[in-house]
Nanobody, 120 residues
């Protein structure tokens, strides 16, 4: 079983940057696809970015050119570099993982979330 722990959230000004980290534990964690989702108050959980089992990356349109997803060499830590932050990026950000090798998989494992707040 995989456990995920997010960190790096906090306060930022519009136009600023933050980097989120997600540490994965578990014997087979390095073989999993991983992703970031976010959820603002009163809103549905939204896909942000993913890195699949072979390293291909995907982004939702609203963050393209601003956010970058990456993994460390051991593939057990996931990062989300967030630049040019906007107030609408304010949300709880969740790390997710799955062993499923599909383009749009169901994510089986979730972290506890980390709050990102962007002031205008």
């Amino acid at each position: 079983q995989v456990q995920l722990v997010e960190s790096g959230g906090g306060l930022a000004q519009a136009g600023g940057s933050l980097r989120l980290s997600c540490a994965a534990s578990g014997r087979t964690a390095s073989t999993y696809s991983m992703a970031w989702f976010r959820q603002a108050p009163g809103k549905e959980r939204e896909f942000v970015a993913s890195s699949n089992w072979i390293g291909s990356t995907y982004y939702t349109d609203s963050v393209k050119g601003r956010f970058s997803i990456s993994r460390d060499s051991a593939k057990i830590t996931l990062y989300l570099q967030m630049n040019s932050l906007k107030p609408e990026d304010t949300a709880v950000y969740y790390c997710a993982a799955t062993s499923s090798r599909t383009i749009r998989p169901k994510y089986d494992y979730w972290g506890q979330g980390t709050q990102v707040t962007v002031s205008s």
